[in-house]
C-alpha cells in the first residue's frame, strides 16, 4: 500500500474493524492506524487521534461510497 489517505476516524475500535470489513467486501485494501498500545489501552483512542482508517488514494473515493460517506447530487 502506497499514498495512504484517511477516510474515516473512529473513536472505537469495534467500528473500525466493522468499516474495515465493509472496504474489504467491496475489495478495497485498508489499513488501521492506533495509538492505543496494541490494544492494553482503548482509552486512548477516545482522548489522542482515534482510530485511523487509511486506504490507497485512489482508492478513496470508492471507499466513501461503500461506507455511504458519499451523496449523490
Do not use: H, W
Amino acid at each position: 500500500m502506497k499514498d495512504l489517505v484517511c477516510v474515516q476516524v473512529y473513536y472505537n475500535r469495534l467500528e473500525a474493524e466493522l468499516a474495515k470489513g465493509i472496504l474489504e467486501a467491496n475489495t478495497i485494501d485498508s489499513v488501521i492506524l492506533a495509538d492505543d498500545a496494541g490494544g492494553m489501552y482503548p482509552f486512548l483512542n477516545q482522548v489522542g487521534t482515534g482510530i485511523k482508517l487509511m486506504v490507497n488514494q485512489e482508492d478513496a473515493t470508492k471507499a466513501l461510497e461503500a461506507l455511504g460517506q458519499v451523496k449523490d447530487n
